[in-house]
């Protein structure tokens, strides 16, 4: 069964009709971007979630201390970072996930996670600032990733193309943000539901 992430989480309702709906992961993003949240508007987000659902911190380029000073502020079950691994990652208590963004071809930055480990491939943007870009991307270009590594896909999806996302890359997960908002960080309801229902009939 496909593996379903929900990320951008802001507000309460977003947050708890995902746990209505059994994802498997909600992620938070303590980096810059629209949907930025503080440990304290995460923290009461958290507490909403039961402990079967993975709570991921999204991170770009900050360094180990930074993220490891999150993740027990807020009680992670893993961090997703847009930056290679590092020595003194070793703080990081936590599963990495290893983010990149195909680009021409290529991975940026190189993909450097162990084979298996859990690998996010998002969409590359000339105007993105080292995260995801919300943006839909030929998904043919990870197919070979797909056999060493477990992955995430991210980048543009919704409701009407994660079935076409999961026939052709048959990924471990999807990640999901602006595909299901009405504005940065607030959830529409409607979108959520519908895409998460997309993803399980593509398993079925």
């Given at each position: 069964?496909?593996?379903i992430k929900i990320c951008g989480n802001t507000e309460p309702a977003g947050v708890e009709r995902a746990v209505e709906l059994g994802v498997d992961w909600l992620g938070f993003i303590f980096t810059r971007s629209k949907r930025q949240v503080t440990v304290a508007q995460a923290g009461a987000l958290v507490a909403r979630i039961p402990p079967g659902i993975g709570r991921v911190g999204v991170f770009i380029d900050e360094p180990a201390e930074v993220i490891a000073q999150v993740v027990d502020a807020c009680a992670l079950t893993a961090v997703q970072v847009y930056r290679p691994r590092q020595p003194e990652d070793r703080v990081i208590r936590v599963p990495w996930i290893q983010a990149v963004r195909m680009r021409?071809?290529?991975t940026d930055p190189p993909v450097e996670a162990a084979a298996g480990e859990l690998l996010l491939v998002d969409s590359w943007s000339a105007g993105s600032d080292g995260g995801g870009?919300?943006?839909?991307w030929n998904w043919a270009l990870a197919r070979e990733l797909g056999e060493r590594h477990r992955l995430l896909l991210s980048g543009g999806l919704?409701?009407?193309n994660v079935a076409?996302?999961?026939r052709q890359l048959h990924p471990f997960g999807v990640d999901v943000s602006s595909g299901v908002e009405a504005a940065p960080g607030v959830k529409d309801l409607d979108r959520l539901t519908r895409f998460?229902?997309?993803v399980r009939e593509a398993d079925a």
């Amino acid at each position: 069964m496909t593996r379903i992430k929900i990320c951008g989480n802001t507000e309460p309702a977003g947050v708890e009709r995902a746990v209505e709906l059994g994802v498997d992961w909600l992620g938070f993003i303590f980096t810059r971007s629209k949907r930025q949240v503080t440990v304290a508007q995460a923290g009461a987000l958290v507490a909403r979630i039961p402990p079967g659902i993975g709570r991921v911190g999204v991170f770009i380029d900050e360094p180990a201390e930074v993220i490891a000073q999150v993740v027990d502020a807020c009680a992670l079950t893993a961090v997703q970072v847009y930056r290679p691994r590092q020595p003194e990652d070793r703080v990081i208590r936590v599963p990495w996930i290893q983010a990149v963004r195909m680009r021409d071809g290529a991975t940026d930055p190189p993909v450097e996670a162990a084979a298996g480990e859990l690998l996010l491939v998002d969409s590359w943007s000339a105007g993105s600032d080292g995260g995801g870009s919300g943006t839909p991307w030929n998904w043919a270009l990870a197919r070979e990733l797909g056999e060493r590594h477990r992955l995430l896909l991210s980048g543009g999806l919704a409701a009407d193309n994660v079935a076409r996302g999961i026939r052709q890359l048959h990924p471990f997960g999807v990640d999901v943000s602006s595909g299901v908002e009405a504005a940065p960080g607030v959830k529409d309801l409607d979108r959520l539901t519908r895409f998460v229902e997309a993803v399980r009939e593509a398993d079925a």
